[in-house]
């Protein structure tokens, strides 16, 4: 082989050798990913799950997810380790769905609208990058995000295919807002014309209530006013309580079987 020819093959070899790792670093990301958005000079961290088998080629169902207040913080990750986050760890294969988690800082609430500007400024962001679906967008959060949950939907109706709220409310129980006192800002007053409003408000966006008979920080009465108001307005919805569940109902909410079945059927 002349000279040329095997420099030649040696200087191609050693291209080779320099491209594959970059094009590695350059394939598509998956899994959890970190990212940041910014809001009048303040950073805010937040995460996104990406399903294994994601594609540009095509748009993706997209679920809001908003934490409870033991997760608020500005690490980016304590959002990640309860609820919905949890239950995609645990088996990913039942989420083929991109899920935008957010992050409320410590001295925040999620219905105060700062906060709701940011959950749905991230989620705006991850729809962008990762192809989401607006005809198939959703909403669901526990606890705090479930107080969020239920602000959201009814602040904007007709912008998610279904919500699911577990262990929320849309009032503030005395014991609390002692607890919680950013609460007492945006609740609403513990009167039935406050259920009505909600209600009238969602509308027939289908909706997924859960809540644990025995909840002591969130009521389940809470829960149970608003299926109400939501069945005596016509609205879509089911109600789930489970006995013997104290607040923590996130875990078994998000390991029913049905529950994305459910959620990935409803399209706007």
């Not at 919905?84 to 991109?98: G, K, N, Y």
């Not at 800082?105 to 989620?123: H, I």
């Not at 406050?194 to 859960?210: D, L």
């Amino acid at each position: 082989m002349p000279v040329r020819l095997v420099w030649l093959c040696a200087s191609f070899c050693a291209i080779l050798l320099v491209v594959a790792p970059r094009s590695t670093a350059h394939s598509k990301e998956t899994g959890f990913l970190d990212r940041v958005l910014s809001r009048h000079g303040t950073t805010f961290r937040y995460q996104v799950f990406v399903p294994e088998n994601w594609s540009p080629k095509q748009k993706w169902p997209i679920i809001l997810f908003l934490h409870g207040a033991g997760e608020r913080g500005s690490d980016g990750l304590l959002q990640t380790l309860a609820g919905l986050p949890q239950a995609i760890r645990m088996d990913r294969s039942r989420f083929p769905t991109v899920v935008v988690m957010p992050q409320c800082p410590r001295e925040s609430w999620w219905p105060a609208p700062e906060m709701e500007a940011v959950a749905l400024a991230a989620l705006d962001a991850a729809t962008n990058e990762f192809k989401g679906d607006p005809k198939r967008t959703y909403l669901t959060g526990l606890s705090m995000g479930g107080y969020g949950s239920w602000d959201l939907a009814s602040r904007y109706p007709g912008k998610f295919a279904a919500v699911v709220p577990i262990c929320g409310g849309i009032t503030a129980p005395e014991h609390l807002v002692k607890i919680h006192p950013e609460l007492a800002k945006t609740a609403y007053p513990d009167d039935p014309k406050s259920y009505a409003e909600v209600a009238k408000r969602i509308g027939n966006t289908p909706v997924w209530i859960f809540h644990g008979a025995e909840d002591e920080t969130v009521p389940p009465d809470s829960s149970r006013k608003l299926n109400k108001a939501l069945k005596t307005a016509g609205g879509n919805v089911r109600y789930t309580e489970y006995q013997g569940v104290g607040h923590d109902s996130w875990d078994k909410a998000y390991a029913e079987p049905d529950l994305m079945p459910w959620l990935l059927s409803k399209s706007l």
